[in-house]
């Protein structure tokens, strides 16, 4: 019954800067490990960005480290990632995932560590 809902992808031009967002409803557990995967078509999906909400401690891939943001609004029950310096490869469709957990476990870089997802919401740079 935990349901995700992305929002805030578009178009941008390289260097440019966005924010999605990831609502959460439905929930039953007061803790998350939550993340934001990419995909293109034709590779895996990758994720981007982690953040265990209990702790506040966050994780990032090496190619967004500096450039992204992944932060959380307790009161609203809301993800984001602000996306900064994007690159052409940053494009793809972007994913909200979570687990319920007070920390995010070692596996949390893979997908299957994950019991719901968002539909995704797509980012498209342009050079």
């Known amino acids: 019954q935990v349901q995700l809902v992305e929002s805030g992808g578009g178009s941008v031009q390289a260097g440019g800067s966005l924010r999605l967002s990831c609502a959460l409803s439905?929930?039953?557990?007061?803790?998350?490990?939550m993340a934001w995967f990419r995909q293109v078509p034709g590779k895996e999906r990758e994720g981007v960005a982690i953040?265990?909400?209990?702790?506040?401690?966050?994780d990032y891939a090496d190619s967004v480290k500096g450039r992204f943001t992944i932060s959380q609004d307790n009161a609203k029950n809301t993800l984001y990632l602000q996306m900064r310096s994007l690159k052409p490869e940053d494009t793809g469709m972007y994913y909200c995932?979570?687990?319920?957990?007070?920390?995010?476990?070692?596996?949390?870089?893979?997908?299957?560590?994950?019991?719901?997802w968002g539909q995704g919401t797509q980012v498209t740079v342009s050079s």
């Open positions: 953040i265990a909400t209990g702790a506040g401690s966050t």
């Open positions: 439905g929930s039953f557990f007061s803790n998350y490990c």
């Open positions: 995932a979570a687990d319920p957990g007070d920390y995010c476990r070692s596996s949390y870089w893979r997908p299957q560590y994950y019991a719901y």
